[in-house]
């Protein structure tokens, strides 16, 4: 039967192979076929992908040219805010001389830069009731379409190389079965056995290419919809809104946008700019109390991202992050490599890369990496300088108090601290050798007329608005560039960069900073002379339940005060100046402010004055007993508790305060509230507010 | 009966092979127009391009003018209103017999006055409409249309030409496709000595027909 079979294909070898040779070239058309119509629709989404490449451009140049528009606007309208106050200012100034036309004059100046407020309000929508001067939702919303527009290139570009794949992939086939049919050809030319082994190796080629060919046609060709790109452009839009925005609101941002990123991606499932962005919103930015759940989904984002083709530097740097806040540095190490030799010039991937390498106790090669981090960071803008420099001290700060034994930790933070301080001082990296010392750093809740502490600590309740911070320098020299750093919870809060020391060889600084209240929490506080670190110190604001406030600044007043947030402040500048913020819901409990000029008055004298005042309206006004405290960072008060009857019958109870600041300026307030929860709202609310209150001296 | 035979089969080979060059022939010519589809393919895509790059560069320069006038005429609507504004305050001081301070408030005024009307020579006072707002769409449809004259500005258009060509171009293609299997089975025909010759000189001829069909078909 083999004899047979043999004898057949002996027999009928050339019949078979010019067949099949037939069958080859016929499978060579087809392909050819194919392949024909898959260049024309990778030339077609090429083309359409230049020609929205151009669209975007021109997008983007219009949305800037609006934005920009949108800012001039915007700049009139602030130097008409300037204007404004600087004319109330001068009122009020006019008012203490006594000068009517003068006041009239300055009011009237004020009331036309506020109307020109107004008129220029209509001109942009970034002033409109929609963005109420928020530039990043209006910068972010105006470039909408040319988002769009951008993701619709892409879309294009993605399917073009889809296409391009394919062709290449027809091209193999072509390549193999041309060499298919020469073995053929060799076949029919031996007349040994070696002409089996020619035949059935083309045989083979012909076979593989069937499946390359039915795999290629196979392969989807689903182009990115416009509605995934809508929603993706959403997500993007509001992400970036959300990177600018206060903490509280930016996670409700951020949710909206991974919600709108999940849509993209439920609309492709091969949307990679969408698992990029998702990764990048979800990720966390602290490595404390960095959410392990959060970190591996942005982590299995930005690894399907690089799986689906967007393998760019910005990818590997945040694919690192997040490997780095998992506590795997390895993979971080390796992430962030590949994100420095994608993109050299990323400085962030470098100042990451020393982070992980330090946090796997690779602390030479740390400090080498931190090297070059510092090298790149000095080709950046200013700005962009500082970010980095507090965002690698944050992250170095996190370090230390995540794992403290890791070696050379203290050194890579003083050495981050002292080259940021270097510069900021001295304009180089290094600092400069000094003798001056910081003797000693104070902390105090307030300081009193006689230089006094008040509420002298490094511990300071809840809602405590402001504190000052005292330094007793020795050994300095004129002109010495020194500078204090206030970090919450290892984050920069606040800084303060002297011009220069001025004065003895000796002295103290008093540095005040102030919140609304001053948020909780761990305070450290790093004293720099000539950029050397010369004094770190803590003091801590307790956690507690604090009533939220926001700061009101009056320039027709010349002060500022913190009032609970669902309070309002109005301001009578007719007949009576005064200053009054009150509980919309209770109008028995408000603050009232005022000040006037009263060259020989004393505090007490104000005090009777303010007494007399609320006789003449109360008659059955009785009071307590008189005290005084210090007040608006200005001068000691005298106050009296105070209670009457109001015209509804209630019982109320309120502190009259008097003050004077022996320059001619005299100073009233009263604090009222229902007798029944007098002694809470002082508590809870007038105390703050009166710690919070600043009176700028008259001049 | 050999003999006899080969006799018989010597016009069906010429048939075959004058068939053979014919349908080569046909196929080549096809091959011929369908590369011409290609060229004009290419051409469309390119005039799209062209398109969006005319349309895009049009739009940005109207839009950079109408900016340069609505930046103008924000700058002469500040500076009126300030004027007017300050007009009103020396009335009220007038008012109130403070005459020096009216005939500076009118001194103030006249100045941003002065200023309003050199930035008036900057914007076209045509698209100012009767509320006061500047009209920025008829300033760009106007500007626009001035652009855009004599350019092609559709990449659309001409991106629609380039797909309907290549549907074209498709089914040419699977023209020209077919063919070679008709020269296949014809040249099988012409080698093949069996009865076998005339069922592949059929199905030749059969696929050779259907493919007229579908071209007459699809191109009509």
């Known amino acids: ?699 | 009966m050999s003999t006899e035979s080969t006799d018989k089969s010597i016009p069906v080979e010429t048939i075959i092979t004058i068939a053979i060059a014919i349908i080569s022939l046909t196929g080549a010519m096809m091959g011929i127009v369908t590369g011409g589809r290609s060229r004009a393919i290419i051409k469309y895509e390119n005039q799209a391009i062209a398109a969006a790059i005319n349309l895009e560069q049009a739009d940005v320069i109207s839009h950079t003018w109408m900016f340069q006038d609505l930046r103008a005429y924000a700058e002469y609507q500040r500076l009126s209103e300030l004027s007017s504004l300050i007009d009103t305050e020396a009335e009220v001081a007038q008012a109130r017999g403070d005459t020096s301070r009216a005939e500076i408030l009118h001194e103030q005024a006249e100045e941003y006055r002065t200023a309003a009307q050199s930035k008036a020579t900057f914007f076209a006072p045509e698209y100012v409409l009767p509320d006061g707002t500047f009209d920025e769409d008829g300033f760009l449809a106007n500007q626009m249309r001035f652009e855009t004259r004599n350019l092609d500005t559709n990449p659309e258009v001409n991106f629609a030409k380039a797909e309907a060509l290549i549907a074209e171009t498709s089914v040419l293609m699977n023209g020209v496709y077919l063919f070679s299997f008709v020269v296949a089975f014809l040249i099988f025909a012409k080698v093949t000595k069996s009865k076998w010759r005339f069922v592949f000189l059929t199905i030749g001829c059969l696929l050779f027909i259907a493919d007229l069909v579908y071209l007459v078909l699809f191109i009509a």
């Not at chain 1, 892409?154 to 394919?166: F, Q």
């Not at chain 1, 020391?501 to 001053?518: E, F, H, M, Q, Y």
């Not at chain 1, 950029?531 to 926001?550: R, S, V, Y």
């Open chain 1, 1 to 699: 039967m083999t004899d047979e079979k043999k004898s057949f294909l002996s027999k009928n070898f050339k019949t078979i192979v010019t067949v099949l040779m037939a069958a080859t070239s016929l499978w060579v058309a087809t392909i050819v076929r194919i392949q024909n119509d898959v260049g024309l629709h990778m030339n077609l989404a090429a083309q359409r992908s230049r020609a929205e490449a151009v669209t975007a451009f021109g997008t983007l140049t219009r949305a800037d040219q609006r934005v920009t528009h949108g800012l001039d606007i915007y700049s009139a309208f602030y130097d008409a805010e300037q204007q404004t106050q600087r004319a109330e200012i001068s009122a009020s100034a006019a008012q203490l001389d006594n000068d009517t036309a003068a006041i009239t004059a300055s009011e009237a100046v004020a009331a036309r830069w506020e109307q020109l407020q107004t008129h220029l309000s209509s001109l942009t929508p970034l002033l409109s009731d929609e963005y109420a001067g928020d530039y990043a939702s209006f910068y972010e919303q105006s470039h909408r379409e040319a988002y769009f527009t951008y993701q619709m290139q892409k879309a294009y570009e993605r399917e073009a190389a889809i296409w391009r794949g394919k062709a290449g992939s027809y091209r193999e086939a072509v390549s193999m079965l041309s060499v298919a049919l020469f073995l053929y050809g060799m076949s029919l030319n031996i007349a040994n056995w070696v002409r089996y082994l020619f035949a059935a190796s083309a045989l083979t080629l012909k076979i593989t290419t069937i499946f390359i060919a039915v795999n290629t046609f196979f392969l989807p060709t689903t182009v990115t919809s416009a509605a995934a790109i809508e929603q993706f452009v959403e997500g993007q839009i509001v992400s970036n809104i959300a990177y600018t925005a206060p903490y509280d609101t930016a996670a409700t941002l951020s949710a909206n946008a991974i919600e709108a990123f999940d849509n993209a991606i439920q609309l492709d499932p091969a949307y990679a700019d969408a698992y990029q962005w998702r990764g990048y919103t979800t990720l966390q930015t602290r490595l404390l109390d960095a959410d392990q759940m959060k970190n591996a989904r942005a982590a299995a984002d930005m690894q399907k991202a690089i799986e689906l083709g967007n393998s760019g530097s910005v990818v590997y740097t945040n694919l690192g992050w997040a490997y780095t806040l998992a506590g795997n540095y390895q993979s971080a190490i390796s992430a962030l490599e590949t994100a420095i030799e994608a993109e050299p010039t990323e400085c962030t991937a470098r100042v990451n890369l020393g982070l992980a390498l330090l946090a796997d106790s690779q602390s030479e090669a740390s400090a080498q990496t931190y090297d070059g981090a510092i090298a790149c960071l000095l080709e950046e803008s200013p700005d962009e300088q500082a970010n980095l420099f507090a965002t690698a001290i944050l992250d170095l700060n996190d370090l230390q108090t995540q794992a403290p034994d890791t070696p050379h930790i203290n050194d890579a933070l003083l050495r981050w601290k002292e080259t940021a301080a270097s510069l900021a001082l001295l304009g180089e990296i290094t600092p400069q050798e000094h003798p001056g010392k910081v003797e000693q750093t104070l902390f105090a809740g307030g300081i009193a007329a006689d230089g006094s502490l008040i509420d002298a600590g490094n511990t300071f309740t809840a809602g405590t608005p402001s504190i000052y911070t005292l330094i007793e320098f020795s050994q300095m020299s004129a002109n010495t560039p020194w500078m204090v750093r206030w970090y919450q919870n290892g984050e920069l809060f606040d800084q303060y960069i002297a011009d220069g020391w001025s004065g003895d060889t000796t002295g103290l600084a008093r540095l005040r900073i102030k919140g609304a209240p001053i948020p909780a929490g761990e305070y450290q506080v790093d004293v720099f002379i000539a950029g050397n670190l010369d004094a770190n110190e803590f003091f801590e604001i307790e956690a507690g339940e604090t009533l939220p406030m926001q700061a009101y600044v009056s320039g027709f007043f010349r002060i500022s005060i913190n009032h609970p947030v669902e309070w309002y402040a109005s301001e009578d500048h007719t007949a009576n100046n005064y200053l009054y913020i009150t509980n919309p819901e209770n109008d028995n409990t408000f603050f009232w402010y005022t000040s006037y000029a009263s060259k020989n008055n004393t505090r007490e004298d104000v005090l009777s004055n303010l007494m007399i005042l609320w006789f003449s309206q109360h008659p059955d006004l009785s009071y307590g007993e008189q005290g005084e405290f210090f007040l608006g960072g200005l001068a000691q008060a005298s106050y009296m508790p105070v209670t009457y009857t109001n015209q509804d019958g209630n019982s109320i109870a309120a502190l009259l305060v008097g003050m004077a600041d022996g320059a001619g300026n005299a100073y009233a307030l009263v604090m009222q509230a229902p007798a029944i929860d007098f002694d809470q709202t002082y508590q809870t609310v007038f105390t703050p507010m009166l710690h919070s209150l600043w009176i700028a001296p008259v001049e």
